[in-house]
Structures are given as C-alpha cells and as structure tokens.
C-alpha cells in the first residue's frame, strides 16, 4: 500500500471488509453453505470430574462458572424446547462436572437440585439425581443446614415421601445456625403429610428465606403460592357449585348462570388472572390449559 | 555499584516493553471484565460477584503469564540476535548485572501490570457492590470487596516472578520457542505436582516412584501460589502459609537466577 495515500488505503480496506461481510451473509442465506452443525450442547467432551478438575490446572473455578453457564443454558433451552421427547439428559452430568470443579459453589447445588426435581417436563424428573446433588454437597459442607432442608424438600414435594422429608427437616432443624421453624415443621410434615395447609407452610418459610438469602428461589416459592392458592380456590368455587345445584336441582351450564343466580359476581378468575374453566356434566373447576400456573400439583394422601 | 547498574537496565527494560505497547494488555483486561460484569448478571442465576471474581483472578494471572512467559523469553535472546549484546558488554556493566537487570524491569513492568489490575478488578467489584440493593448484599457470605483477593493477587505476582524467572534462565541459552515451550512445560507440570507425590498409589516400580518423588520436590511446585478459591469464598489463608510459600517462590528464584547468570556467564558470543 502507497503510504502517501491514507485514503485510499482506507478505501480499500473498507471495500475488502465489506467483501468479508457480504461472503458471511450469502453464507447466512445458503445452506450449502454453512459448515455442518454438530450441536454443541449435546457434546461433553470431558466426563470425569478429576480429569477435567487436572485438566483445569489452578483455574477450576473460572472452568466450574463455565459448566455451570452450561448447564443454566441446557435447562433453559430444553425447557423452552417444544420438540417431542426432549432430554435433559447432559443437566445431572455438567452440574456434578461444576460441583466437583467448585466444591462449594452452593448455588450450582441447590439450583441444581430445583432444575433436576422439577417434573418433566418442565424440569428433568429426576428427584432422585437432586437428592445425590445435594448429598454431594452436604458431603463437602456438612454444616450446611440449607443442603438438607432441600433434601427434605425433594422428598416432601417431588417424591411425596413425608417420612424422610420430616427426617431431613429436623436434621436440618439441628445443624448451626438453622433457623428455629424447621424443627415444627419436621414434626407438622410427620403427623400430617402432604395436606395443603402443610405445603403452604413449606412454600412460606421458602418465600421467607429467599427473601433474605436466595433471591433466585423466590419466582419458585410465589409461583407454588399461587398454585396453592389456586387450588383453595377451586375448592370455594366448587362449594359454590354444589350449593347452586342444591337449590336449583341441576348443574349450571356456563359461569353466566352462577352469575344471574347470585352465587357469583362475576367470571372467577385464577392468581394469574386467567378465568377458570367449568365443566357442566360433573361440576368440577379446573385451571385452564393456557393458564400460566398448569398444570397443579397432584395431592396425595400422606 | 551493582544496585545502579542493575536498576538502569530495569528502568530501560520497563520503558522498552511500553514502547513495545505490552501495557496495551491492560485495556483488554479492562474492557473483559466491564464487559464481563454486564453480561454474566444475565447468564448465571445470581451468581455474578462469584463469577466476576473468578474471572478476575484468572485474568490477572494469564495476562502476568503471558507476559512472563513471552517477553521473559525474549529478553537474552533479542539482544543476542540483534548483536547488541556486544556494545552492552563492551560498557563497564559485568554479565551478571546485566541478566538480573533485565529480570528487575520485567518484574517491574508485571508488577505494574498487576497491580493496575488489580486497582481495575476492584473498581468493577465496587461498581457490583454499589449496583447491588443493601438488602441483597446483606445476605452475600463474602462482601464484593473482600480484602482476601489481595492474598491471592499476591501469591499469583510471587509466582509470575518465579515464572519470569525461568524463561529468562532457558532464554539465556535457547531459542525463544524453546525457551517458551520449556517455560509453559515446567508451569503445567507444576500444578501437578500433588500427582507426581502420590505416584506410588498408581505405580508398582520402586525407581520409577524414587524418580517421580524426587520431581516432586525438585520441580517448581506452582499449585501452592494458588488461593484463588479460598480468596474467592473469603476462606482464611494463614498468614504463615504465604510467608512460607512466598519464601519457597523467592528461594526457588534465587536458585533460578543463579543458574541463569552462571549459564550466561559462561557464554562465549563470538
């Protein structure tokens, strides 16, 4: 290049950029073009923990923030997926890779263990991976008390198994620093199970703790409020319904029959402001397909 | 006076590496973790002060690596190449100053480095901290601003020192790749030094778990300077343990140095 003619040179320089870019877009719109996709999230090049933690020399803990981005990015984008039969099957193997690499990155176990437990397939379906995830913790830091307040949470919630949740929170209830409620609720969970009262109290101390030192827990404990909510609800509204039938001797056809009888003012909608759904042959309320909050929890018998 | 010899060719060593535009890496380490504090809030679930922090400290020992590494290797070797090792030599400065000349302006150009760094990587800390609302901050385990990152920093400057160190050693007789690729060897294979230890857990053959322990203690031990991971959780590390680290790193650089001025001592350059 002539070094007396800058403009030139910048000319140039702008017209051999702009051939770069242009190459790039017509490979955006050709796909001939674009190299073969292998997808990278399906690949875990490295699978034992050790290996990877050598592997790392002294930064395992910027490689332990990298598998946990991975493994944050594979739930989000399995969850959000809408293809039939979708996997989470790499979430359990790259949060134990970040666990292993950052033995006390407490998030990665307790976030964790909320991404395996979730039923599918909103979430993974594998309470029991989230119990081993944060056994692994509570191996690592046995005094923390938050580690087996969640372990019981998973029995109580997603296994429905209320003996080992009751075991779990009095454990918890034991440790250091824990706080004062988890030992009544031991006992509550115990004596009467999974009833609604109990689950509520549950979701409450959850609400009550992210507040103070899990803010990413706190979208989880109001969305299951409201769930709980719901179905107090729907319980009320079904009262209402048995009473119309009571006194009119047939079951009400559309919600506008409840409202011109007075039974109701208006279309009964859920917390998340989406109306309810009737059906008119068995007079059951039930949550919308559409309503954010669907489908509701299955209660059981403790 | 040795000290005056010795400081002169420092001072001229840091001058020549701003010349060169190596303090231009301070930039990129500004403008990764801005840009990195910004977005990782988005990415990881509450965890950006964690993450930042590790990223940091990462930073700042592969930047000082880098340069340690790359221009330690240079430092003999250009003068030898460029011949002016001759005009040098020929001026009433003995070899020996000349070799721990050019090890002090490195130094001096990685401490700068480090400690702008350092200033930088704080003052993205303080932002977070400042960003954070009072109630949440409360709740973190270790503050934003926590002082244990200064006792990382400090053992991650002892051992880029003794990683200057050896490339300028290797550089003092082989070519810059060489000496580049024996510096990164000996780095990687010092922080597996806790496997070389425990070799006889894996091995049946009583010389080769002789030769594997007597690496062990011969070889730069480069996993002892790292505390990121407690600096990053606020963990106590005891004073006792960088005093003595700290040593080890000077004692192994005095060895380092040592055998680099008596190699370069001994070359003929005709």
Redesign the interface.
Known sequence: MHPGRPVLAIVVLLVLLGGAVGLQAVRERRPDLTPPQVSQSSLLYIRSGSVLQ?AA??????V??LY??RA??HFGRTKLSTREGKQYDRLYPLLDLTTTL?P??D?AYR?GAVFLAEAYPGGAGRPDDAIALLRKGLAQQPAKWQFAQDIGFVHYWWKHDYTEAAAWFRKAGQMPGAPNWLEPLAAVTLARGGNRASSRRLWQEVLATA???A??LRPQAEFRLAQLDAMDQIAAIERVIAAYRARVGDQPSTWADLIRTGFLRGVPRDPSGTPYAMNPYWGTVTLQPDSPLAPLPVEQAP | MTFRVIGRVAVNVFKESVRDKVLYNLVVFAVLLIAASFLIGQ?????DV??IK??G??AI??FGLLIAVFIGIGLVWKEVEKRSIYVILSKPIRRHEFVLGKYAGLVLTLTVNVVVMTAAFYGVLAVMHWKTDP??RA?WSVSALDPHLLVAVLLILVELMLVTGIALFFSTFSSPFLSAVLTLGLW?IG??NA?LRNFDQVLASKPAIWLARGLYYVLPN??A??V??QA??GLPVAPGYVAFTSAYGVLYLAFVLGAAVTVFARRDFK
């Open positions: 050598r020399l002294s930064y395992d803990g910027l332990a923030d946990w981005i944050l990015q950052d006390r990155f998030i976030f507040r103070v030192d803010e990413w | 990415l990881t679930a509450g965890q964690k993450i590790d990223l400290l990462a020992s592969i109630a949440i709740a990687v922080h597996f496997d480069f996993s300077f790292d990121k991971a990053v959780y």
